[in-house]
């Protein structure tokens, strides 16, 4: 079985590096300032002739309360009409971009994130859709993967009512952890009851797919109350579960300064957590996906797993990576046949630019034929646990042991470990090796050695 997979702590010790998460190869640590708007507009004319379909993300910075845990770009604020200039500058860039496609490209996927996308109000979600309708392919018939993140402090059955009438059908829900002494401490208060009348909602409203969102590692947690969360969160029956490692950065991410590292727990505890967690939502019927992610056996991601079709982009694991992806807003990456490119992560400067008609593109990359070939390898390692070096040979015209002979004591030695199985025809990541994929990927990075690791999280 795919989802199987076998618990090694010895193993786990030795391969629990730090590394990039993968959702792109090259990762965004590769972006520079030599990529701009020239190269996005070439790209777009390029999506244009060939009719690809889309892919929408649309980023959404605010927030009314800070989490003391969260890495995202936001911006925290009370103030509610701080939205209104940046969705008007978010209309042009829709308006901008939208004029070097094809109204024949449809959009088979759209997700809103954050920040939080429910602090705008009513009104403004309402006249944002209708801005992307009129100038993107949005589908009618409820076919497309349209997802929006939902903090359920922010939401109540109107709002869920609201974003099912302009065509969202994928809800994925903050949740974290339910113990209030861990609330407390990452400044997230929000009850079990909160969160179920939200779930109730989307079930009654009939949205497609449910996601809940977890963390381990955070300050005042142990294996016994975050056990307790994962059995309430099963109780809850979400179609899919994230369960994120905390990777404690404070030196990068201010909001984590407020959290006290004494009050976090040990590494043997968290393993324990991340080891009775696998077992709970194993025995509940869940599918390791791979990377955090579990799902359903019905799920989309584990059938499209099941029949090696599943793919992952900056959205994570996902059906539709044969997409062209948008990014919109603040921060946002787009990712378009081969170009990478990220608008500002600054908040004025995105506005500001946006104010002169020019879009706010500030790095990027462009991928050259071994970026390509190194794409696909971990993209098929992450997506599938399982590598045919036959189609990469016949895709990129190679000698795959060839190519990579340099990589091949450090692969035997992976499979003398137990984590892979090699032969000279695949790659199989076997069941003690499949939490630990990303280390596998990390030997096909050929810029790790340049960079600090430090800017990465561990593998578990």
């Not at 925290?76 to 024949?104: F, M, N, S, V, W």
């Not at 694991?317 to 787009?334: K, M």
Request: charged share 20%; hydrophobic share 40%; proline share 4%.
């Amino acid at each position: 079985m795919l989802d199987a997979i076998r618990w090694d702590t010895d193993l786990i010790r030795r391969y629990d590096l730090s590394g990039p998460r993968y959702t792109s190869y090259p990762t965004a640590v590769q972006f520079t300032s030599q990529v701009g708007t020239f190269d996005l507009f070439h790209a777009l004319r390029d999506s244009r002739k060939a009719l690809r379909p889309l892919s929408l993300y649309v980023h959404v910075p605010f927030c009314a309360n800070i989490c003391y845990y969260c890495a995202c770009n936001k911006v925290i604020t009370k103030d509610r009409g701080r939205a209104l200039p940046y969705l008007q500058r978010l209309e042009q860039e829709i308006q901008l971009i939208a004029c070097h496609l094809d109204p024949a490209q449809k959009v088979e996927q759209l997700h809103f994130g954050g920040g939080t996308p429910t602090f705008l109000s009513h009104d403004e979600l309402r006249q944002l859709m209708a801005h992307l309708r009129k100038h993107f392919n949005l589908l009618d018939d409820d076919s497309g993967d349209y997802g929006i993140e939902i903090d359920p402090r922010e939401a109540d059955w109107s709002t869920m009512g609201l974003l099912r009438e302009l065509g969202f059908n994928r809800v994925s829900i903050g949740l974290q952890d339910l113990d209030p002494a861990v609330q407390r401490a990452v400044n997230r208060l929000q009850s079990l009851e909160e969160t179920r009348a939200v779930i109730d909602a989307a079930r009654t409203l009939q949205f497609r797919s449910i996601n809940i969102d977890l963390i381990y590692g955070l300050p005042r947690q142990t294996p016994e109350n975050f056990a307790r969360t994962v059995e309430e969160v099963i109780n809850l029956q979400p179609d899919r579960l994230s369960v994120f490692n905390y990777a404690h950065l404070p030196e990068r991410f201010m909001p984590q300064r407020r959290i006290n590292s004494a009050d976090l727990p040990s590494p043997a505890q968290k393993l324990e957590m991340l080891q009775t967690t696998i077992e709970q939502l194993t025995q509940a019927g869940y599918r390791y996906i791979g990377m955090d992610h579990f799902a359903l056996p019905d799920d989309e991601l584990a059938i499209a797993q099941e029949e090696s079709t599943l793919q992952r982009n900056f959205q994570g694991y996902t059906t539709h990576g044969h997409c062209d992806l948008i990014g919109l807003g603040v921060s946002a990456i787009s990712q378009i046949g081969d170009l990478y490119c990220q608008n500002t992560s600054d908040l004025n400067l995105y506005q500001n630019t946006l104010a002169s008609a020019q879009l706010a593109t500030n790095r990027g990359l462009l991928c050259n034929t071994d970026d390509r070939l190194r794409r696909a390898v971990i993209q098929q390692l992450i997506c599938g646990f399982n590598l045919e070096f036959a189609s990469i040979e016949q895709a990129f015209n190679i000698d795959f042991r060839g190519y990579f002979s340099e990589l091949w004591p450090q692969l035997q030695e992976m499979a003398n470990d137990g984590l892979i199985e090699l032969d000279s025809e695949r790659i199989s990541v076997l069941p003690a090796g499949r939490l630990l994929v990303r280390s596998v990927c990390m030997v096909f990075d050929a810029y790790l050695e340049q960079q600090n690791r430090q800017r990465f999280s561990r593998v578990i």
